[in-house]
């Protein structure tokens, strides 16, 4: 695998254009070590994807400044930075073909080997080979219809496959049982022990043994720590535990 990043966001504010009113996400500031993973939560519309989708520079920041190991986004190539990124969205983008080819898509140099291993590790291949044409299957208007969870399960492994240094999980494991996310997050920290990781959810289930939680509210950041942390002094987290 690749080394972990180190990202740093410092007083970011972010407003789409065009839009009128507050911007989405308002003065923005935490560090993420190489190799940690961070749980983001928060409620819906609270900012939590709009903050994710500056790391690769898919919007530019209004002020304020993003690193990646210490430089500078917007002085790096877009290209290169989004290489070393991989997000999952939370809608499954999945085009007509085979599995093998949608795994495949973002790391042309993949092996068939490395693609299995990536399904594994996101518990894909036990569905995908219970296929008659295993790797082979097509996906698309012609092809199989999958399940929620097995498209998510297949966004996770494509994401892997590019053996990216930041992997960025944007609440795709929402369609998925609780023992299905347990094993993927148990694969994860091995497959990502130096990969940063950042893992956007609505369940506190999902974050709950993230190095540090990110807790947003509004566009701000209203905590930043571990669950035992947050349980004590973040109002709005006990507020989703509690929900
Ligand atoms: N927003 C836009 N344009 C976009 C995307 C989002 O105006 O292309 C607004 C909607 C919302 C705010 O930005 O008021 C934050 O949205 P975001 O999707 O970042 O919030 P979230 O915390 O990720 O919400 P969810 O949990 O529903 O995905």
Redesign the pocket.
């Known amino acids: 695998g690749r080394q972990g990043c180190q990202i740093d966001f410092e007083n970011v504010s972010f407003a789409?254009e065009g839009?009128s009113g507050d911007p989405?996400?308002k003065n923005i500031s935490f560090t993420c070590l190489p190799g940690e993973t961070i749980g983001?939560i928060?409620?819906?519309?609270?900012?939590?994807?709009?903050?994710?989708?500056l790391i690769p520079r898919f919007y530019d920041t209004s002020a304020g400044t993003i690193r990646v190991d210490g430089v500078d986004i917007g002085k790096l190539d877009p290209a290169k930075l989004r290489d070393q990124i991989a997000i999952v969205p939370?809608k499954s983008i999945l085009f007509s073909g085979t599995i093998e080819e949608n795994l495949r898509w973002g790391n042309e140099h993949a092996t068939l080997d490395e693609i299995i291993q990536a399904a594994k590790m996101a518990e894909a291949h036990g569905f995908i080979t219970s296929f008659p044409e295993g790797y082979e299957t097509m996906l698309g208007q012609r092809g199989v219809n999958l399940s929620g969870g097995q498209k998510q399960r297949l966004s996770i492994a494509r994401a892997l496959v590019r053996k990216p240094d930041v992997l960025i999980l944007?609440?795709c494991t929402s369609a998925l049982d609780t023992t299905t996310e347990t094993n993927i997050k148990e694969s994860l920290k091995s497959f990502a022990s130096g990969v940063t990781c950042l893992l956007?959810a609505?369940r506190i289930t999902s974050v709950m043994d993230a190095d540090k939680i990110i807790v947003?509210d509004d566009?701000e950041i209203v905590g930043i720590g571990t669950h035992e942390m947050l349980m004590k002094s973040c109002r709005v987290y006990v507020e989703i535990f509690q929900s």
């Open positions: 789409y839009a989405v996400l983001i928060g409620s819906t519309g609270s900012g939590k994807s709009s903050l994710v989708s939370q944007d609440d956007i609505q947003m566009g």
